[in-house]
């Protein structure tokens, strides 16, 4: 069988904040109360906060094109 190279991938140690993209105009102007932390020792708990931050947004969403639009509809990944 043939040995597979190993990857290896450098990480600047002192590195203190997290990169990602909630940083960038578009999330920033979409979600402005998009809950973040420059906190490693946090970024799980922010994790779990942006996911139901975002799934609230959603709900508003839904119920203003409920009540605004009289449109009812379920998106197709919820129905049974």
Not at 4 to 33: A, F, G, M, W
């Amino acid at each position: 069988m043939e040995e597979l190279q190993k990857l290896t991938v450098e990480v600047k140690e002192d590195e203190k904040n997290i990169r990602h993209d909630i940083e960038s105009c578009d999330i920033i102007n979409t979600y402005p109360d998009l809950p973040k932390t420059k906190e490693w020792n946090q970024h799980k708990e922010f994790v779990k906060k942006r996911s139901n931050y975002i799934k609230q947004q959603d709900q508003k969403a839904y119920e203003n094109l409920k009540a605004e639009h009289d449109i009812d509809f379920v998106p197709p990944a919820c129905k049974s």
